[in-house]
Nanobody
Framework: QVRLVESGGGLVQAGGSLRLSCVASGGTFGVKNVGWFRQAPGKEREFEAAINWSGGRRVYADSVSGRFTISRDIAKNTVYLQMNSLKPEDTAVYYC?????????????WGQGTQVTVSS
């Protein structure tokens, strides 16, 4: 069973940047696709980005395409989410998860999340 721990969240002004990390332990993380999701207060969790096991394929939600970049360091069992040009509407708890496919509904094994707050 893969265990995921997110970090890197914080408070940032609009237009700023943050890099989130998702570190995995146990299981077979190296052959898993990994996705980043977020959940804002009062809203459902939504898909933001995913990367396949080799790092050769990446997909993004329209809301973050061009601003967020997902990457992975296989040797470090870590997936990153570089977030640039942050907006107040990006405020949410961000979660990473693993998936057997790149379909957002296939992801599970959620981490505990990391809070991102963007002030205007």
């Amino acid at each position: 069973q893969v265990r995921l721990v997110e970090s890197g969240g914080g408070l940032v002004q609009a237009g700023g940047s943050l890099r989130l990390s998702c570190v995995a332990s146990g299981g077979t993380f190296g052959v898993k696709n990994v996705g980043w999701f977020r959940q804002a207060p009062g809203k459902e969790r939504e898909f933001e980005a995913a990367i396949n096991w080799s790092g050769g394929r990446r997909v993004y939600a329209d809301s973050v395409s061009g601003r967020f970049t997902i990457s992975r360091d296989i040797a470090k069992n870590t997936v990153y989410l570089q977030m640039n040009s942050l907006k107040p509407e990006d405020t949410a708890v961000y979660y990473c998860a693993t998936g057997s496919t790149m379909v957002p509904t296939d992801f599970g094994s959620w981490g505990q999340g990391t809070q991102v707050t963007v002030s205007s």
